[in-house]
């Protein structure tokens, strides 16, 4: 089974707010949520 590790509100603001300032098309998807740590984790089955 398999969890979702959300990132909190505030650390997308201040990844948007970082990446405003960069003036550049955003990343796909994955990037972001690699960026963020927003992905899949990996639950220990018994």
């Known amino acids: 089974m398999s ?3 959300y ?3 505030q ?5 948007l707010s970082q990446r405003l300032t ?5 990343p796909d998807i ?3 949520r ?4 927003w992905d899949l ?3 220990a089955s018994r």
């Not at 650390?11 to 990844?15: E, I």
């Not at 960069?22 to 955003?26: D, F, R, S, T």
């Not at 690699?34 to 740590?37: A, D, F, Q, T």
């Open 11 to 15: 650390q997308v603001r201040d990844w």
């Open 30 to 32: 994955k990037q972001i």
């Open 41 to 43: 984790l990996k639950t």
């Open 3 to 5: 969890t979702v590790n």
């Open 22 to 26: 960069q003036h550049k098309p955003l």
């Open 34 to 37: 690699r960026e963020l740590g």
């Open 7 to 9: 990132p909190t509100k």
